[in-house]
């Protein structure tokens, strides 16, 4: 266990190693980042001096292993649009991308694993053609798509649900912000999660029914009933547990693709999270910030994975024995 | 009274055109501590007959006609909550694969309890000390440690050990056990069996044991019903109905069946079953496409000589040299193949006997040792088209007939594949001959060619394995459990096809199987496996009138006798 952990982490590391390499070429070479950083009247002279203090002379190895440095301690640098510390600017961010995403992915699962039991259980029910045709929807309309729809029918027509924004939201400590606490916070959750959301519920759902029909035909479903146990043990104590290996994979890959991909929705609900300050900073080629937004979407999808092999030991006593 | 009393059982599975009758009028009766046998090939309705009784009968399978009594109550009517009851209490069932009849995710410790507890007003405690009691009662060494294991620690006989106990853990009166040792080698199959017998005894359980084997059927069972496309055609003490068959199903079903104790030159073919037709013409070798280039160089001597061949599988890797673990598939093995002849490999699961064929078919490259086919070395071959000449000269045939062909190509193109790979004809109407010709004469008929391997049985898509596997005008042909899972009267049929091959086409083979019985029937010499090791390697009738080594004759032993069975007509 602690071994494949270790092996696991290793691996993790080389892929943080790889995508700040490319997070640095970016820094680096697109475009001089001097350029950027100084006005058009400025001498020759100065920008040779600011080169040399930010070190870009310097060979390239060190140059790398600088900005590793600064990464590890989160330090990437001054946004060229909003002359600000990237990494201030992200931590006013992160907590609304998380909040949105947490509260998408959890809509997710608390509404996707009980609709795929059903739909796989009671297949021909009609409540089960209705699911699966709902979720064609989920899965078919882009997700802006979705979020103008609800707009429009939730802000616009009925005026239930704000169109955009947080609400208000409660400082926790010295740089959390929560909507979680107050009515408009969480009013403003609903529309964005829950397009966040659908897609993800869709795909959980479809999972979920997939598997579990191909459960309930396996020798010891059969032979579970045989020994007489009751349908609700059968079914939640055996059949689902066997079905959650596929959907924890896909779930924690969906997990870090929410918040990776929170950008369109953040932009539709003008949600101040990451996702609209990364689109910002493509549209005014702001490279410190973009290479900060892919360290951390890679930091996050890393860490992830790596819970999600965590929780397949624990599930799979198969997995134990292979590798210890 | 009996225990289980069916009378006049009709199951039908509506569809949406029409309703099929899988059972039709079985009636049946079982006294407490008797163990009754239901045989029948694939598709006879045994197992249906067993699901009815126990209430699970697969969707949409409902009973049209009849009833089923257990101690004289009627249960074939009874609501799914009273039936739910019954199942584990008083009727237990044990399934065929072991391997897959368990929850993985469980311990063996949860899923007793979890009965037991369902059954009988125990606590956790209490089921707990049953649950071990019950261990030690179907033979499971060390059953203290091994409640707290999960079903992928023990091996497939302990599993089926495990399953057993599952079966019992409320005292029931029936047990109904569906192909209980089918999965099992010949050595832990014994085992089992006797484990039923006397748990049957003991417990005065009655016994309903549902399979496809004769020997089970003649070691184990008091009563016997053969079962023959939903009908029961005969029915009666299991020495009767071996020795003195009356319907003409019986005594066909019983003369397929590969005897151990005799040789036959010739399986005499089951009328009730023919699925093939006889070929349509014969091959004449001198003129004919297949005899072309047969004269090989012959070099004197064996065709497949092996010395000390070896096969070594990492199981676990490490960046260390010393932690590195190995497992020994093979262990130094050195035979030679006679031109003409076959030659049989005999041994249990996990003895290296698929190994070899997969080394010598060059699937597997071996960690030492040499193949010497045809003079030439096979392992120190470079060039690729050294390669494929020599892997036009040997064909494998699979085992299983259902993934072994590609279901989305149509039987001509599987059939034609290897002849337009290896650039064997010169135009393509000549392989559409050929590939004609091929099905024609594995009994198939040319029309055949049209069609998807899904369309065909079992049998028959086996038949299209030995027609693609003649596609290259091969020397040599190893056969991997060509008939392990067919019926014993496709069984037959198939054997005698392939012996009818190697007479005309004058084929080498490689037979490899687990069934003695059939080894006896196809082959002239016989190799004896186990762990990888050659124990014994002798003419074929020597090995089986005296085996040497130990271990051959305890194999021997093992066999499920046959005496009970009738004479066969050739025998």
Redesign the interface.
Known sequence: MLGFALRRLVQALIVMLAVALIAFSMFRFVGDPVNQMVGLETSIESREALRESLGLNDPLPVQFARFIGNAVQFDFGTSYQFRQPVADLFAKRIPATLELSFTSALFALIAGIPMGIYAGLNRESWLSKLFLSVSLIGISLPTFFIGILLIFLFSVTLQWLPSFGRGDVVEIGSWWTTGFLTVSGLKALILPSITLGLYQMTLIMRLIRAEMLEVIR???I?????????NR?IYL??AL??TLIPVITITGLQLGSIIAFATITETVFQWPGMGLLFLQAVQNVDIPVMAAYLILTAFLFVSINFIVDILYFL????LR?KQA | MSVLSIDNLTVSFPGRKSTFTAVEGVSLTLEAGKILGVVGESGAGKSTVGNAV?G?LQEPGRIAAGEIRLDGERIDQMPEASL??????RI??I???PL????????IEAQLV??IR??LPLSPAQARQRALELLKAVGIPGAEERLSQ?P??FSGGMRQRV?IA??L??EPELIIADEPTTALDVSIQAQILELLRKLCRERSVAMMVITHDMGVIAELTDQVAVMYRGKLVEHGPTAQVLGHPSHAYTKSLISAVPRPDVRVERFPSVSYIEEAAAPSSTIDLSTHWLGKTRNFASAGGPLLSLSGLSMRFETKSSVFPSRRRYFDAVKSVSFDIMEGETFGLVGESGSGKSTIARLITGLYHPTGGSIRFAGQELTALKERSQILAMRRQMQMIFQDPFSSLNARMRVRSIVAEPIKFHRLASSNAEVQQIVGDLLDHVGLGAAAGDKFPHEFSGGQRQRISIARALATRPRFLVCDEPTSALDVSIQAQILNLLKDLQEELGLTMLFISHDLAVIRQMCNRVAVMRNGELCELADCERLFTSPEHPYTRQLLTLMPSMELLAASPQG
Request: hydrophobic share 35%; glycine share 6%.
């Open positions: 396996t020798d010891y059969k032979f579970a009933r045989a020994r007489g146990l009751s043990v104590r055996h547990k066997n599930i799979d006593p198969r024995v | 126990i699970l739910r009851k019954l199942r584990g209490k237990g069932m399934f065929q694969d897959t009849s368990l929850d993985p995710l469980q311990t979890e009965t369902v059954h999960y992928h620690q399953v599952l079966a853990c409320a």
